[in-house]
């Protein structure tokens, strides 16, 4: 039974198209986050979301927009692909008030032609 | 704010050997300290934690960590390496109720 799911895996798409990654946690967490992991492994927060509400905004362009629609959920959408955005993007939760742990999805990896 | 350093990029060790990960942190305030690994293809994990008490903290997989708060480190160390034990490993720091800060990873590289 995953923890935090995410889907789709994979994404390949050309530049300038649409896509959407969704992500589910069954842990029962307040707190879900979007991580961006480039080409050289460095991970960089975007989003965090605490019950629905947008906490976290780390200088992300505004062609991405997260979505929660439930504490469980926190979908990411992105508009307007551009060969940077290429990598792999983990969806996490925590526990608000805990020790910060965090829980990862096991990565959707985005590839723009 | 917080910031980690990870001081190898990349580890490269024969396995049966004994292996460190350095990690250094600074800090305004107190954290709790963190290793994650993650194996190729999937998502990060956790492989141990230190929130307070005995700064000797042991993980999973044979792993344990030392937290020293004078010198603002927390080495990750494993007496005796596996060739499954190849992945990438990060240390990172939270404030209570606050975001995580990550290093920048090691790469480590058990070989046969």
């Known amino acids: 039974d995953t923890a935090v799911s995410q889907t789709p895996k994979y994404l390949v798409t050309q530049m300038g198209n649409d896509k959407s990654i969704k992500c589910e946690q069954n842990?029962?967490?307040?707190?879900m986050y979007w991580y961006k992991q480039d080409s050289k492994k460095f991970l960089k927060i975007m989003f965090s979301?605490?019950?629905?509400?947008?906490?976290i905004n780390e200088t992300v362009p505004n062609r991405f927009s997260p979505k929660s629609p439930d504490k469980a959920h926190l979908n990411l959408h992105i508009n307007s692909l551009e060969l940077g955005d290429s990598a792999v993007y983990f969806c996490a939760s925590s526990q608000l008030g805990g020790t910060g742990e965090l829980f990862f999805g096991e990565g959707s990896r985005l590839t723009v032609l | 704010a917080q910031s980690v350093t990870q001081l190898d990029s990349q580890v490269p060790v024969f396995e049966e050997a004994p292996v460190e990960l350095r990690c250094n942190y600074s800090s305004s305030v107190s954290v709790y300290l963190f290793w994650y690994v993650q194996y190729p293809n999937q998502g990060l994990q956790l492989l141990l934690k230190?929130?307070?008490?005995?700064?000797l903290v042991k993980g999973i997989n044979g792993f344990e960590a030392e937290f020293n708060k004078s010198q603002t480190s927390f080495h990750l160390r494993k007496p005796s390496v596996h060739i499954s034990d190849t992945a990438e490993y990060f240390c990172?720091?939270?404030?209570?109720?606050?975001?995580?800060?990550f290093g920048d990873g090691t790469t480590l590289t058990v070989k046969p």
């Open positions: 990172a720091v939270t404030p209570p109720g606050g975001k995580s800060t």
């Open positions: 842990l029962g967490h307040d707190t």
């Open positions: 230190y929130l307070s008490g005995s700064t």
């Open positions: 979301y605490n019950n629905k509400e947008l906490i």
